[in-house]
């Protein structure tokens, strides 16, 4: 499982490392803010387009190649802006690691459902989401130092060897989970079974969960420098919310295959957590900040390892590819919808009214969670 969790470290930390600094790693990105907003939105682009796809891939070839070709093509991709040292060339580099992460990030969330027993899932994916909540919050502090020690060029270096190591890593620990036989599937037949309440429901939680997590991180502390607070107290709330993401999964993963919690009440709990973090932020000053994030910290941490143990309980093991794949494509869409949403209203009114629509979507799915028939 180790590997496993230096896979999802990867993704994330290659993720927000580089796309935090791009700015700062050269001057002429400050001045081209189109050019910098498309380097941004290559990598989740990429996620959103492909990992359906090597979702699938990963059901008919075996999670494992998928994992290993797509860590080694992270390492390639990086190795592309090391070997030119060309800004010009970071669109493709960039692009390359967001279809390389496409295909490593749901084999490596399959092969954690494959490897453990459906009694053990909630602590397996309460562990895989702590190691990645720690690289999405290392990649803008230790990606910052690598870039002011060594630009770009450094922190593209360090993703090959990141990636490199765990590749080799995975090939030599990680066993063979070959595909298992199933039966054709018609179009008609998906659309029936992503359409189930099985499935959007959690992944209804997790795009909500991820949604006011992007919110959180880069809309927190907009609001604590309106209120005149310095930025080290600004990026107290964004590790505060970090660390209570990163900490509660465990917690919320052992409590699920212990009995003590079921995954239809923790999701709707958290979600009620999620957006009662974000009514918070309306709240002026640091005391409000501070407590907004470590709501939404808490509430999305508890949604997100209920919310893939649920889907694999419901899903046939020769198809957890491309439902594992489907899942990512929904938290990226909230990824992106979520600060959309929030920007939108903020532009028409003032960012406490984004805050408030974003909490009543989060509220409204959460009751539509708790309505619903259940299933554990």
Known sequence: MWPLYAAGFTTAFGAHGIAANLGAGDTGLERSVLYLGLLLALYDGAEVVLKPVFGTIADRVGARPVLLGGLIAFAASSAVFVAVRDPGW???ARLGQGAAASAFSPAASALVARLNPRAGHGRAFGSYGFFKSIGYTAGPLLGGA?????????????????AAAVAVWSALTVPAVPPLPKSRQTLLGLARRLSDGTFLRPVAALAAATAALSVGVGFLPLSGAADGLPPPATGAAVSALAACAALVQPWAGRALDDGRLTARAGMA?????TACGLTVALLPGVAGMLTAAVLIGAGTGLITPLGFAALAAVTPQERMGQTMGAAELGRELGDAGGPLLVAAVAS???????????????????????AGRPRG
Not at 269 to 273: E, Y
């Open 348 to 370: 028409a009114a003032a960012l406490g009214w984004g805050y408030a629509a974003l909490a009543l979507v989060v509220a409204l799915v959460s009751l539509l969670l708790s």
């Open 146 to 162: 690598l870039v002011w020690a060594g630009g770009l060029t450094l922190l593209f270096a360090v993703l090959i060897v990141l």
């Open 269 to 273: 709990a958290g979600l009620a957590l």
């Open 90 to 92: 970071l669109w493709a």
